[in-house]
């Protein structure tokens, strides 16, 4: 339990500026063992909805439930962010300020009652055989950094990975041999063997040396030959899709995860992307 500051307003109740505030409830999450990425999200979120309170003249600390739902809420709509946007800010601010009544800088959790929207699922959420024919084609394979990236979507299609799992493989991970990868899974250091194709193994293979040994044993770098970050790939799979002009589906790492498991289950073999590239 983090200390209360002793400074204390007219009425006797803790104060704590939002920088102070922001910054404790970080420290909080990171005690709690969140990952990065969530850390980041909140970091940024919060961000953002400090810059709208000083924009609006409002305080955190005389925040009213009504000055969300009737104001700043509609406000992001009103920029034209997506539900699911919508959806993530508000699901950060209901930890931001849990964490501020437990703490006793504010009265009582004014977002208490506050729910997400209800968002309808989409049938569109795989890539069809048209976007993954033309978002093949957006990496300009005759340099180093395009031919990573063709090879990193092959992965991605060949495995339904996650992102972070992604990001964090290790050249060792690969066996060309058993035509595998090993994906390291959670906090006890586990891992799970995922078969890909031959031509992906093939690509890998050639990717490997194109990369060459460093002293490092990240599997993808960039031109400076330091690890490939997953904000990185975030941008480059934003990209290609606006590139390939893809409509109607999210353009994310996840929807190869989604674009993969609809192969899984709707045959009864493991899908062949990379033959068809």
């Not at 929207?117 to 005759?142: E, I, M």
């Not at 092959?154 to 990001?167: C, M, N, P, Q, S």
Request: proline share 3%; hydrophobic share 35%; glycine share 4%.
């Amino acid at each position: 339990m983090i200390s209360n500051p002793n400074q204390l307003n007219e009425d006797n109740h803790p104060t704590v500026s939002f920088n102070d505030a922001v910054n404790h409830f970080l420290q909080d999450c990171k005690v709690r063992n969140l990952t990065k990425e969530t850390l980041r999200r909140y970091r940024n979120g919060l961000k953002k909805f400090h810059h709208v309170l000083e924009a609006s003249n409002k305080d955190m600390t005389t925040l009213t439930a009504l000055d969300l739902t009737h104001s700043i809420i509609p406000g992001m709509f009103d920029e034209g962010l997506s539900l699911r946007t919508v959806n993530c800010n508000i699901c950060i601010l209901k930890e931001f300020f849990k964490f501020l009544a437990t703490e006793g800088w504010m009265e009582t959790n004014i977002v208490a009652d506050l729910r997400p929207f209800k968002v309808l699922q989409s049938s569109t959420h795989t890539f069809t055989d048209g976007h993954l024919q033309r978002l093949f084609a957006q990496p300009n394979r005759s340099i180093f950094t395009g031919y990573r990236n063709y090879v990193m979507m092959l992965v991605l299609f060949d495995t339904g990975i996650r992102l972070k799992k992604l990001t964090n493989l290790r050249v060792t991970d690969n066996d060309f041999e058993e035509q595998t990868i090993r994906i390291l899974q959670g906090k006890g250091r586990k891992h799970r063997i995922v078969p890909i194709q031959h031509t992906c193994v093939l690509q890998l293979n050639h990717y490997l040396q194109e990369r060459g040994k460093l002293e490092h044993d990240r599997l993808w770098v960039n031109l400076d030959n330091q690890p490939f970050e997953d904000s990185g790939i975030r941008v480059m799979i934003s990209r290609y899709c606006k590139a390939a002009e893809i409509q109607g589906v999210q353009c994310s790492c996840h929807t190869f995860r989604h674009t993969f498991a609809n192969f899984i289950f709707s045959t009864a073999v493991t899908p062949s992307p990379c033959d068809v590239f």
